[in-house]
């Protein structure tokens, strides 16, 4: 490390998991214990424990880039930031924020960064509904905060006619209450009423909530956005439990006979 | 719980992660703690430390649905097992060759089952790579094991249509070595030559190594079974940091001006 890397500070973008202690990786608990400052967005910084000596800098949501040039600041100013995410930093979260921002100053090169990965809500989901992503699948925002609708449309028709599994992130809106409905009348027009879906609501916090539907009978008045929907492949079946309970499937085998 | 489940031991299917203990979620150590038998494939059952009255029934690898059925027959025989799957257990691994066991046999039902995710491959090299995933991704595992070949060479097709950034497991195989390179040649049809590309080797150990290049210049003989393939969408770019470092990003935005 140079002399100006270690007058910097540091800047950690950390994950938090989807919210219990147990889904909290122990780099990330370590990472939290060194720092002087945590920035993030509201809920994910109050999740954090209170400690003397560490400053607070929480936002509301949709600033992710001001978040991120605020912490490399602070940083340059000798702080220790944690920039915290909840599920992992990576995927639709704070990390592509921090390096978009290190992209367009360099003088923020001179911080020393690090991303500590965290428990995805994908991944959380999965464990609870049984292996829904145990074959390929894509990940795909339907916010068009930060991209056409019809990029979305797009890649639901492409994803669907290569059979992926869909995780669906950022199923809701209230500005536009109309986008799920409209993405499953897309998959309706591409895929089996039958195919199996599930909606995995705040899994891991007190709240969580699982319904297990169909692409046919998917509400869309029953997702909100601490919902995470999973659309099933044409492979992907429920499989019985027991005490009643349901497993989603995705084999590991595509196209075998049943 | 019933007394014939209580009878009946209990089986976890814990995530141990990419390996280090700090990406071990403290769910999956307390699992770890609790179990009487260990079940799984050699190099992840010698990962967990021994411990007096831990019994290990380790196997090769590709007998995941008979280690499947020999963890349920344990867990009716009274003994807590975990089956240990290295990453997320979720994500081409354990899981689901656990649900399908459970499937194929009404007396697994009695055993009272979770799945205790991990933090997946896929999430740690992002970590270390940047913000690869920071936008609508697919995860691809390239083995022909499980599905024809031409059906990984579809989805390939349809992922590049939709530019989606790509995770691309299990890209290498000794018995089939020009899978790799077939897939290249593939995407190299359908997407630019520049496309950042990433080879993220043993992601979290002592020989961890990763490779930064490009679609045109992917060198499949660099890759073996223990690396993850990183390939980029059309927006993905390089972004220097400090100290010569670069970082790979798949900005939160699409389409938008540069």
Known sequence: MTAAAAAAGSLAVVGLGPGPAGWLLPEAEAALALATDLVGYIPYVARVPERAGLARHASDNRVEIDRARHAFALALDGRHVAVVSGGDPGVFAMAAAVIEALDAEPAFRAVPLRIVPGLSAMMAAAARLGAPLGHDFCAIS????????????????????????????????????????????????????????AFARAVGRPDERLHLTTLGDADPAL?????????GSSETRWVEGGAGRRWMLSPRSYGAPR
């Open 142 to 197: 339907l916010s068009d905060n930060l991209k056409p609708w019809d990029v979305v449309l797009r890649r639901l028709g492409t994803a669907a006619e290569g059979d992926f599994v869909l995780a669906l992130y950022n199923p809701a809106s209230k500005a536009r209450p109309t986008r799920l409905g409209d993405a499953f009348a897309h998959l309706r027009s591409l895929k089996r009423g039958a195919t199996p879906v």
């Open 223 to 231: 997702v909100d956005m601490a919902t995470l929907v999973i659309v």
